[in-house]
């Protein structure tokens, strides 16, 4: 009887491991059944590896979902984690992605080259804010495996005084900047060069009357530069 145990055994062992053989053969690894892993842009590879932190409410498997849809000259709306649609909005190159999160926040992803061009740092500008409520952005750096930069060694935020024209004495600006106390930017990064551009977004939130009395002293727009290792802010013409 032991014997028969014993050969039943090594039957069942010979079986397993003809079955497992099979299954390597037939069912293939993630990293072999998942190609595209290997042919992603930077910005692309920078979206599936977007911390969940940050962009907790787009499953991975919803964003790579996108990616094919865009490969097949598809966009196409995907299930996020709020039971809400995300999709990525064009143009859509190697070095910029975009992304709708939801009707009222973006997220925009921008490869910057290094100066000697071996490595680059991923920018993240993430938006909320719509045609009713005032856009305001967060800016965040990573390095190219997705390590967290600190903001303020890459780029000086623009201020409320960087969107006031020159030429002011020092009691009129004084008296405009107190009209907004908190000031809201929207940030978007260019989808073919590096340049970043701040936008004035209070006009939402103020009075008309207050408002009136601002807008005619305020510059439209402040451009950033990418310089290889950091933006900085365009100066004023």
Not at 50 to 65: E, K, N, Q, T, Y
């Amino acid at each position: 009887m032991q014997g028969f145990l014993n050969r039943f055994a090594v039957r069942c062992r010979v079986t397993v491991a003809i079955l497992l053989a099979l299954a390597s053969v037939w069912c293939p690894s993630r990293a072999d059944a998942v190609p595209r892993d290997t042919l992603m842009t930077p910005a692309e590879r920078a979206l599936v590896d977007m911390p969940s932190d940050v962009l907790d409410i787009v499953p991975v498997s919803a964003r790579l979902d996108m990616i094919d849809y865009l490969r097949a000259d598809t966009i196409r709306y995907v299930p996020n984690a709020m039971n809400g649609l995300s999709r990525l909005r064009p143009p859509v190159t190697d070095s910029f992605v975009e992304m709708e999160i939801t009707p009222v926040s973006t997220l925009q992803i921008k490869i910057l080259q290094e100066r000697g061009g071996e490595n680059h740092t991923v920018g993240v500008s993430y938006t909320v804010g719509d045609t009713i409520q005032s856009k305001d952005s967060e800016l965040l750096f990573f390095t190219s495996d997705m390590k967290p930069l600190k903001r303020n060694r890459l780029i000086r935020m623009a201020r409320m005084e960087d969107f006031l024209v020159p030429g002011m004495t020092g009691k009129e600006r004084e008296e405009l900047l107190s009209l907004v106390p908190f000031p809201t930017v929207e940030y978007r990064f260019s989808p073919e060069g590096t340049d970043l551009r701040a936008r004035l977004t209070v006009d939402r939130f103020m009075s008309r009357e207050d408002y009136a009395r601002l807008k005619p002293h305020l510059v439209a727009e402040r451009v950033f530069r990418w310089n290889g290792k950091k933006y900085v802010m365009e100066k004023e013409k």
